[in-house]
């Protein structure tokens, strides 16, 4: 177990409210999946070890004769061990389209497992729609954090999703063609005068700016971060 983690929401405190199972009880074997692997990163992360360890780690217990710890679907594995392989790949994208003024260690923990989850589907799985990375990914960020998160989670993936076929090969993005003759003195004395554009982003986020990075979330129930 993780220490200082937030208690989940059982589900017999779901069943309480709204008279049925939990949403993440009722989604699909894919989703369910991508749930254990962002669990399993964010756990990884938390005990500075390697993921692809926990991964071997649950199976073997999940092959004891009375097992505590549920089978490892194999789309959770080859989530954990892709992102585990591409992560420097996937932080620096998940870098490159953050909103001004934030910054990939200051995002809370768990938001950061959720988009390394869904980047690396949108970078490495072509099987997988973008749409669908996104929208799941948007949906785990409902069930971990804040209608704010759900926004700039969005965002992120939304401007990745634009730049794919760049981002898939590795290349740098094209610069906006520029259309004045740069031979003109006057023309150039003017762009010398300009105030430079700044980038477009989503304002906003899961927390304050200024709050350390590592705020734990709390987890829907059944899933592997625990108190």
């Not at 730049?163 to 094209?174: I, M, S, V, W």
């Not at 004395?189 to 304050?208: A, F, I, K, Q, W």
Request: overall charge negative; proline content about 9%.
């Amino acid at each position: 177990m993780i220490a200082g983690a937030i208690p989940a929401v059982t589900d017999k405190d779901n069943r309480a409210d709204t008279g049925r199972r939990p949403p993440h009880k009722r989604r699909g074997a894919r989703f369910r999946a991508r749930r254990r692997a962002v669990d399993i990163l964010f756990e990884a992360e938390a005990r500075d070890v390697d993921p692809v360890a926990i991964v071997e780690d649950r199976v073997e217990l999940s092959r004891l004769p009375q097992p505590d710890v549920a089978p490892i679907a194999d789309y959770t594995r080859t989530i954990v061990e892709g992102t585990a392989y591409e992560l420097d790949r996937v932080d620096e994208t998940i870098s490159k389209y953050l909103v001004e003024d934030w910054t990939f260690g200051r995002l809370p923990a768990v938001e950061r497992a959720i988009l390394r989850v869904a980047v690396w589907e949108l970078l490495f799985n072509q099987d997988v729609p973008p749409v669908a990375a996104i929208d799941e990914a948007v949906r785990l960020t409902g069930d971990y954090s804040s209608d704010t998160a759900q926004a700039y989670v969005n965002a992120v993936l939304d401007s990745v999703a634009g730049n794919l076929d760049t981002l898939r090969a590795g290349e740098p993005e094209p610069e906006a063609p520029d259309f004045l003759d740069v031979g003109d003195p006057a023309v150039a004395e003017d762009d010398h005068d300009e105030e430079p554009d700044l980038p477009c982003g989503v304002t906003g986020g899961s927390s304050d700016p200024e709050d350390p990075g590592d705020a734990v979330n709390p987890a829907p129930d059944g899933s592997d971060i625990t108190r």
